[in-house]
């Protein structure tokens, strides 16, 4: 099993920004690709960003492309979520997710282990 926990959710004013910040229980935190998704009230979850294993290579939704950012440390077995020029479209529970593929997916069913998910709420 491996445990992912969030934190660093909060309410925000549009345009500002947050920092979310995910921890794994286990040591084998390189072993995963990571991704963040975020699921507002009556929608689906979606994929918001994911980083590969290594670090090295990332992708974004569109609806966030510029202003988030993901990166992870490895070594603190930790994956952040920067997020920029936050907008009220972008509250949801944001939820950290991990994959045994090597990619970044964006398909939930291809992710094996999930946070308990940490509320963002952006205010006009």
């Known amino acids: 099993q491996v445990q992912l926990v969030e934190s660093g959710g909060g309410l925000v004013q549009a345009g500002g920004s947050l920092g979310l910040s995910c921890a794994a229980s286990?040591?084998?935190?390189?072993?995963?690709?990571m991704g963040w998704f975020r699921q507002a009230p009556g929608k689906e979850r979606e994929f918001v960003v994911g980083i590969g294993l290594s670090g090295v290579m990332t992708r974004a939704a569109d609806p966030v492309k510029g202003r988030f950012t993901i990166s992870r440390d490895n070594a603190k077995n930790t994956v952040y979520l920067q997020m920029n020029s936050l907008k009220p479209e972008d509250t949801a529970i944001y939820y950290c997710a991990a994959t045994t593929y090597t990619s970044t997916p964006i398909a939930t069913r291809l992710y094996d282990y999930w946070g308990q998910g940490t509320q963002v709420t952006v205010s006009s």
């Open positions: 286990v040591g084998t935190f390189s072993s995963y690709g």
